[in-house]
């Protein structure tokens, strides 16, 4: 039997009298690759602070390996979907990734360098974080998160500012980590296409839970127009 | 002379190290905040015949909680925290000073700084609590700047960022009440600013702008202590002048070379 590793049960946030999220349950299991999809403003983000503790739920609790989000913390790897910092300040992107130590000797400069080639980057370590494009930043932003091997990643719309080949480069990367370190994946992200693609299990958000599911059951008319309000659904190339 | 070398020199270093997280946080202010709330300590004294810097410095280690509290538990925001405990500290400072008997030659020296009024007792607890406040700098210098820069990332590192908020706003609070006496009161945040503004100009990683804005910093107060002994003038203004001056030479050069570089690429 698969073991649970974020159980959500009956999670209520507010800001103030401001309704976040109403009523919020469910499981997510040891090795999935889970993506919550919704409109702008449906909670994903604030979802996603609660399950890392940085909100506090105002009514029901997120468990993760059966604790409290703060006493597992080191175990979750997180990627924002915004990163606000003063771009003039001197910061290389070594000494960014470095902030954060955890005891691993194999856990060094080597590790660096290579969780950046992962994510397509070369040669980049002493460059100013600063100077950095969008999609460069975004992918330091991810290889941040892989470097110290955690057992569960969140990513909040991991392709920000990326192009549509850096986009596919990193969801196979998150997949292919997904699969060999057996890591638990949260990612929130607008793609429809890439949910349906990369993800074995959807949780669609208004502020309410309105379905959950594998992406065939989930992905269709009636819930997207639930969800989006319009009829957006998946769109093929040939 | 000597003592005010030492203990200007001393002071610079702590100020040009604290000021690069101060501007990395964007809270200049808050140099300018403490010191100017701290009248009301410095007043108190006065009034009470007390050391007048030890009172400030206890005030100081108050408001600066008090400031850090204000932008982390309500929606105030930095500046408007800093803000309210800057005119309030003022405000107090003033009622205090008005049922003080008689002229006031010492307020004065607070609040313009001069370098005479520095006894031995004055560089000695420079010197002491200086120290403290360097090792604590170095000891947590990785927890600090994480939790400045990525308080989110610090946080899922566990490390708990309030601690070196805490510990970051407290030193910051002391240091500028220990340079006081130097520069003074409406002028000391300058040191804590300008050396970081120069160094981020020709820095190429947060290691070297720590290094050279401490450097910039003993530069700025050396050649301003000389500059106000051989021209008789204000200690406090005349360093903070030459932060100025330096600034925007450092500012021109700055321009040039990166129009040199736009040209030959």
């Known amino acids: ?238 | 002379m000597i003592r005010a070398l030492v203990s200007g020199i001393f002071i610079a270093i702590l100020l040009g190290w604290l000021g690069t997280f101060v501007v990395t946080r964007k809270m200049s202010l808050i140099g300018d905040g403490i010191a100017h709330a701290s009248l009301a300590g410095i007043a108190l004294a006065l009034l009470l015949g007390w050391a007048p810097i030890p009172v400030a410095a206890i005030l100081s280690v108050f408001i600066a909680s008090f400031i850090y509290f204000l932008e982390k538990k309500t929606k105030i925001s930095s500046d408007m925290a800093i803000a309210v405990m800057f005119t309030t500290g003022m405000a107090i400072g003033i009622i205090l000073l008005h049922f003080y008997q008689g002229y006031q030659p010492e307020l004065v020296s607070y609040l313009f700084g001069n370098i005479l009024t520095i006894n031995s007792n004055d560089l000695w607890n420079i010197i002491a609590i200086g120290l403290v406040i360097l090792v604590c700098l170095f000891v947590f210098y990785r927890k600090i700047l994480f939790s400045t820069f990525d308080p989110v990332g610090a946080y899922l590192s566990g490390i708990k960022p309030w601690i070196y908020d805490l510990v970051l706003y407290i030193s910051t609070a002391v240091a500028i009440i220990l340079s006081i006496k130097l520069i003074g009161i409406i002028l000391v945040s300058a040191l804590l600013v300008t050396p970081s503004a120069i160094a981020r100009l020709f820095s190429k990683s947060f290691k070297h702008f720590t290094v050279l804005a401490i450097l910039i910093s003993v530069m700025i107060v050396f050649a301003g202590l000389m500059a106000s002994y051989y021209l008789d003038l204000p200690s406090g203004a005349t360093i903070v002048l030459t932060g100025t001056l330096l600034f925007l030479l450092s500012f021109v050069l700055s321009f040039v070379i990166k129009l040199l570089k736009k040209v030959n690429t």
């Not at chain 1, 993800?199 to 839970?209: F, G």
């Open chain 1, 1 to 238: 039997m698969t073991k649970s590793v974020i159980v959500v049960k009956n999670l209520t946030y507010k800001f103030d009298d401001f309704i976040a999220l109403d009523n919020i349950n469910f499981v997510i299991e040891q090795g999935a690759m889970t993506a919550i999809i919704g409109p702008n403003g449906s909670g994903k983000t604030t979802l996603l602070k609660n399950i890392i503790g940085i909100y506090e739920p105002t009514v029901g609790s997120v468990k993760i390996f059966d604790k409290q989000s703060n006493q597992v913390i080191k175990r979750i790897g997180y990627v924002p979907q915004k990163f606000e910092f003063d771009r003039d300040i001197p910061i290389t992107v070594y000494e960014f990734m470095a902030l954060e130590k955890c005891g691993e000797a194999k856990h060094n400069q080597t590790n660096i360098h290579r969780a950046l080639r992962e994510v397509g980057l070369n040669d980049i370590e002493k460059n100013k974080l600063g100077e950095l494009s969008g999609g460069q930043f975004q992918r330091v932003m991810i290889a941040k998160a892989l470097l110290h091997e955690k057992e569960i990643l969140i990513f909040d719309e991991p392709s920000t500012g990326i192009d549509i080949v850096g986009e596919q480069t990193i969801y196979d990367l998150i997949k292919k980590i997904n699969k060999e370190r057996g890591t638990t994946c949260l990612i929130v992200s607008h793609e429809l296409n890439i949910v349906n693609k990369y993800a074995n299990k959807v949780i669609c958000l208004n502020k309410k839970m309105i379905c959950s599911g594998t992406p065939e059951t989930v992905i269709t008319p009636e819930n997207l127009k639930q969800l989006y309000g319009i009829g957006a659904g998946l769109y093929h190339t040939h």
